[in-house]
């Protein structure tokens, strides 16, 4: 995969007189999470290269220390809003970007730390911590969307390093990302893998799951998890029926639903349901 832009001459010359090519300004910004989805970046090797080539790494702690003052053109984020530091953080951030990305389960939906949504923070605190009163942290861990304008939501846990390239390339060239948004049950049947639920009784959540993982689990015999989020269409109510026929309970049907996008929209309201 070969990424090009869109560029510019800027008015300022080289010591020879030439004119130097504008190349746009990318930050990598990173909140509550693993780090797992900035490594996806860093782990796109050869296109990775094709990348650079063709932007100005400003920010990005993974990869150097090297700071580049903003505006910049393309900011990509990783990670929930867990604090209130963070919360103003990304707000700044925002005001500074002429684009951004969340990239990630933790930023598209609160992420498997958001299992916190669903308890007693400050008993958890009190539970943990030998002194609480140190902990200075929000009720909830929320996603990006919810603090500030988002130009693109890129999901999975970790996210599709394939999907990245194209979703960077698509928003520098100024149009939409190619990116399906089909369930995982079709990548399934493009890659020939028979149904689990249907062959072998196995819990999936590939019905109601965005498609990016690539086929993944199921091609191993392992239910979806939903590693990437709910699908555009979900019927969640309709599987948990299903998952009941196959003979899950309530409370393991809850828990199946509150994984790494328990948090997500569709998989939130399908596991409050059976609470």
């Given at each position: 995969?070969?990424?090009?832009?869109?560029?510019?001459?800027?008015?300022?010359?080289?010591?020879?007189?030439?004119?130097?090519?504008?190349?746009?300004?990318?930050?990598?910004?990173?909140?509550?999470?693993?780090?797992?989805?900035?490594?996806?970046?860093?782990?796109?090797?050869?296109?990775?290269?094709?990348?650079?080539?063709?932007?100005?790494?400003?920010?990005?702690?993974?990869?150097?220390?090297?700071?580049?003052?903003?505006?910049?053109?393309?900011?990509?984020?990783?990670?929930?809003?867990?604090?209130?530091?963070?919360?103003q953080r990304i707000r700044k951030i925002r005001q500074q970007s002429k684009k951004l990305i969340t990239i990630g389960?933790?930023?598209?939906?609160?992420?498997?730390?958001?299992?916190r949504n669903f308890g007693d923070v400050d008993h958890f605190i009190r539970s943990v911590y030998a002194r609480p009163d140190y902990i200075s942290t929000l009720r909830t861990s929320s996603p990006i969307h919810e603090h500030v304008p988002v130009d693109f939501e890129l999901r999975g846990c970790p996210i599709n390093?394939?999907?990245?390239?194209?979703?960077?390339?698509?928003?520098?060239?100024?149009?939409?990302?190619?990116?399906?948004?089909?369930?995982?049950?079709v990548e399934c049947k493009k890659n020939g893998t028979v149904c689990l639920m249907v062959a072998k009784g196995v819990p999936c959540l590939g019905p109601v799951t965005h498609a990016g993982c690539g086929n993944l689990c199921p091609?191993?015999?392992?239910?979806?998890?939903?590693?990437?989020?709910p699908s555009e269409a979900p019927n969640g109510p309709s599987l948990a029926r299903q998952l009941e026929k196959l003979g899950m309970s309530k409370q393991e049907i809850r828990d199946f639903f509150r994984s790494y996008n328990g948090n997500a929209g569709a998989f939130r309201e399908t596991s409050e349901a059976y609470d």
């Open positions: 995969m070969v990424v090009t832009t869109r560029t510019k001459k800027t008015t300022k010359s080289t010591k020879s007189g030439a004119e130097r090519r504008y190349r746009p300004k990318v930050a990598v910004w990173k909140f509550a999470s693993c780090d797992g989805c900035q490594l996806s970046l860093l782990s796109c090797e050869d296109d990775l290269l094709d990348v650079v080539g063709e932007i100005e790494i400003a920010y990005f702690l993974e990869a150097t220390t090297a700071v580049i003052k903003g505006p910049y053109d393309l900011s990509l984020v990783e990670g929930s809003i867990t604090t209130e530091h963070d919360a389960a933790c930023a598209t939906s609160g992420g498997i730390q958001a299992l390093k394939n999907q990245l390239v194209e979703v960077i390339n698509a928003t520098l060239n100024e149009r939409a990302p190619n990116i399906p948004h089909v369930s995982q049950c091609s191993t015999d392992r239910g979806c998890f939903g590693c990437f989020g």
